[in-house]
């Protein structure tokens, strides 16, 4: 059911059930057909994102992160997350970044960035991270427009695909 006006995009936290499933398939059927994806990326998704509930349970609130559902008409059609960055004390990760084509041109994709990077100074990170591959080029202008910087490049077998693994850097 919507809970908006026909034709209204909304970003808010993903905290209801089928949320986590409505991300995970996003991923799954989104980069299949736009990048030929496997099965992987999905998993890869949905594991992630189990990980981030079952921390907030263990921990309590949201300590370990957030994730945040763009919806249109009722439907969720983006997400994007914010972890703790395992990697690097005192940052943030960027997580599960993702908008429907039929919804990009709003304006969504920056308004959920902005969301997460809201978040991580609130947290007083010292920056955020994120990891994508070479090719995501929407994404990736997104990401430069925001002050991220490309800072590992690496080929990878990622997702049944040859690519190139890019992590980019957001010093506050």
Not at 161 to 169: F, P, S, Y
Request: aromatic share 6%; net charge neutral; no cysteine.
């Amino acid at each position: 059911m919507a809970t908006t006006a026909p034709g209204v995009a909304t970003v808010r936290e993903a905290d209801r059930p089928g949320d986590l499933g409505a991300v995970a398939a996003l991923h799954g059927v989104l980069y299949t057909r736009e990048y030929g994806m496997d099965a992987t990326m999905e998993a890869y998704v949905a594991a992630g994102m189990a990980q981030l509930v079952l921390a907030r349970a263990a921990e309590g609130g949201a300590a370990p992160g957030r994730l945040w559902v763009a919806e249109l008409d009722g439907r969720v059609v983006g997400a994007t997350g914010l972890v703790r960055a395992e990697e690097r004390p005192g940052w943030g990760q960027l997580r599960w970044v993702l908008l429907d084509p039929a919804a990009r041109g709003r304006g969504l994709g920056r308004r959920m960035l902005e969301v997460a990077l809201e978040e991580a100074r609130a947290r007083a990170y010292d920056g955020v991270l994120l990891w994508t591959i070479a090719g995501l080029d929407a994404a990736h202008h997104l990401y430069a427009r925001a002050g991220f910087e490309l800072t590992v490049s690496r080929p990878a077998r990622k997702f049944g695909l040859d690519t190139v693994e890019q992590r980019m850097d957001l010093r506050f």
